[in-house]
């Protein structure tokens, strides 16, 4: 679908125009960055919300509301966007997650001017990600998204904040180098930078063996998602990241992993992606029990939600390299699920800590008396996140695993289906326990008089419930708009 109102264009920038705003005027009041940030992800949502409105569901394969303009004409390189039903549901979900993150942040008093600057600037890098068709732009936001997401956590973070900034910084560096070699062997076997070219395309012999080229994408898809033992900056950085950046770290940005595997490495090289799945597959449910196993022994409730996100990427992987049109669609939905669930698990960690000052499981207890809401809203985001049926957790992981056990093309992709099904048994019993000791049992006299959500916070979390239920009640609307851009990949592969 060939558009002339640059949506998409608008989508990215419209942020980069709210940080340009709030970096221009010379002495703004903290009231006023912080609405001027709030109309900037607001209106982003909106553009975003009209265009997936707009989608045409019977082009299937297509990607709609592109743009082309030449960028670099000496390497053939283009400002390229567009989406399909891959790309889409992300970018909803960055573009929510965006707005609620500025919402969540509107108690901060450490240099506002700045941390919303780099708050805007994190979200326009992570929609460029999720929209680009060129890998040398795909390549440029990619990193971008490193420059905001490193001063967040090394500024306004907490405890080892400067350790934790740049153990993600080395970590995804490390992961960019090797992806840089692999776009640049790419464009020298194919000379295109096309991502809708390089889908399917016949690579013969070439000077690098296929299977070397994809491993040196893949590896830092599989650093951001992250696939262990990739996955150690994580816990660290969640853990000592403010709320807002822990919200779009966990709900967005490490989307990115799963969405490039997707779009570069399977679309691009199908028989490699097949030949290695066994491999991938077992990492995944290696991931998927290590890190359920590991949440269970944390006391510190933004590590315990951390580990989690390690565990339910796993399902990601697993769903991915399953490598049929059922499971790949109940990757893209995991990921969808688990950005809302787990922003939403993240926020509320945010509340309880503001108005209890601990995060330590050993010093918190009985919290549903003094602050109801906060309790119910925390309840309902962990049995989400353990698949309770009529949320959205509970269609995202139902797909991953009936499509994983029903694949023929990998061998024994039932036996790693079932281990992956012992990651939910788990889930259940660190998501049940922290919930029963942080606000159900006896309560602790000392937080008599700690208060309940103000209007915003009910406002940003009540959000995030409705999205939960909708897609759990009536998740067709979000999975037919999937569905279309995953059956190209589906035929590639052959199934």
Not at 13 to 33: E, H, M, R
Not at 272 to 285: E, G, R
Request: glycine share 8%; with cysteine; net charge neutral.
């Amino acid at each position: 679908m060939e558009l002339n109102l640059h949506l998409l264009s608008l989508i990215i920038f419209l942020p980069v125009i709210g940080l340009a705003v709030i970096a221009l005027l010379p002495k703004p009041g903290q009231k006023t960055v912080k609405w001027i940030a709030l109309s900037a992800t607001l209106a982003s949502f909106i553009v975003s919300m009209y265009v997936f409105c707009m989608f045409d569901k019977s082009l299937v394969g297509h990607m709609q509301f592109t743009e082309k303009i030449s960028w670099i004409p000496v390497i053939n390189s283009y400002y390229s966007l567009g989406v399909d039903g891959i790309s889409l549901p992300l970018v909803i979900l960055t573009t929510f997650l965006g707005m609620v993150s500025i919402l969540v942040s509107w108690k901060i008093e450490l240099r506002p001017k700045e941390y919303f600057i780099w708050l805007l600037m994190l979200e326009s890098s992570i929609l460029g990600v999720f929209m680009s068709l060129d890998l040398v732009l795909f390549f440029l936001f990619w990193e971008v998204e490193l420059i905001p997401m490193f001063f967040l956590i090394s500024i306004w973070g907490s405890g080892r904040k400067e350790y934790a900034a740049y153990k993600y910084l080395i970590y995804t560096l490390t992961g960019s180098a090797f992806m840089l070699a692999g776009i640049l062997c790419t464009y020298f076997i194919t000379g295109t930078f096309d991502i809708t070219a390089l889908a399917g395309i016949q690579i013969g012999a070439t000077f690098i063996p296929l299977e070397l080229l994809f491993f040196l994408l893949i590896i830092g898809f599989c650093i951001k998602l992250p696939v262990f033992p990739f996955h150690t900056w994580l816990p660290d950085a969640h853990t000592n990241a403010p709320t807002a950046a822990s919200v779009i770290l966990a709900g967005a940005l490490l989307k990115m992993g799963g969405y490039g595997i997707i779009r570069v490495c399977v679309s691009m090289m199908p028989q490699v992606a097949a030949q290695y799945a066994p491999v991938m597959c077992i990492l995944a449910v290696v991931g998927i029990i290590y890190g359920a196993g590991v949440t269970l022994r944390q006391t510190d409730l933004k590590r315990l939600i951390a580990y989690s996100s390690v565990s339910h990427m796993g399902y990601v992987l697993l769903g991915i390299f399953a490598l049929n049109q059922v499971a790949l669609a109940g990757a893209v939905m995991q990921m969808f699920s688990h950005g809302i669930i787990t922003g939403l698990l993240f926020a509320m960690v945010g509340l309880v800590y503001d108005k209890t000052h601990t995060r330590d499981l050993n010093n918190l207890r009985g919290l549903a008396r003094q602050m109801p809401v906060i309790a119910v809203v925390f309840s309902i985001a962990g049995l989400a996140s353990l698949g309770l049926p009529g949320t959205v957790g509970f269609v995202a992981e139902f797909i991953v695993f009936n499509g994983a056990f029903s694949s023929t093309t990998i061998p024994g992709m039932q036996v790693y289906a079932l281990i992956g099904v012992l990651g939910i048994v788990l889930t259940s019993g660190y998501i049940l326990w922290m919930l029963q000791r942080v606000f159900y049992e006896y309560p602790l006299e000392k937080y008599n008089h700690v208060g309940d959500a103000d209007l915003v916070e009910k406002v940003s979390t009540f959000a995030f419930v409705a999205i939960i239920m909708l897609f759990g009640i009536y998740p067709a609307i979000m999975t037919d708009i999937i569905n279309t851009g995953i059956m190209p990949i589906a035929r590639l592969i052959g199934m």
